[in-house]
């Protein structure tokens, strides 16, 4: 059974926007929202690395290569999480995962399906 659902991927000019969507299924809201979540990428050929985080009193944080172009948000009513993205670039072609962080930053061993983004040139 499928405890994250990522959606919205698709294809995507060079420069173009869009909203990656997470609908957690794992816990209900008000644990939910006591939660980190995050989005991970893994482009072929490579590994599976942090894009950007969310903790429950709302911080952000972003890998240096997405800062200033990717935001962060979270519905906890809804138990979603979101990735807009802006001035994409080829090399943000990948496929792009969420997940629930720990205490110390570490991801849940169970992924989600991921969500497909392909940038054209």
């Known amino acids: 059974q499928v405890q994250v659902a990522e959606s919205e991927g698709g294809l995507v000019p060079a420069g173009g926007s869009r909203r990656l969507v997470c609908k957690d299924r794992?816990?209900?809201?008000?644990?939910?929202?006591?939660?980190?979540m995050a989005w991970y990428r893994q482009a072929p050929g490579k590994q599976r690395d942090l894009v950007a985080q969310?903790?429950?009193?709302?911080?952000?944080n972003y890998a240096d290569f997405v800062k200033g172009r990717f935001t962060i948000s979270r519905d906890n009513s809804n138990k979603k999480v979101f990735l807009q993205m802006s001035g994409l670039e080829p090399e943000d072609t990948a496929v792009y995962y969420c997940?629930?962080?720990?205490?110390?930053?570490?991801?849940?061993?169970?992924w989600g399906q991921g969500t497909q983004v392909t940038v054209s040139s």
């Open positions: 997940n629930e962080l720990d205490e110390w930053g570490k991801p849940r061993n169970d």
């Open positions: 794992r816990s209900i809201r008000s644990v939910f929202s006591c939660k980190t």
């Open positions: 969310i903790a429950s009193d709302r911080t952000t």
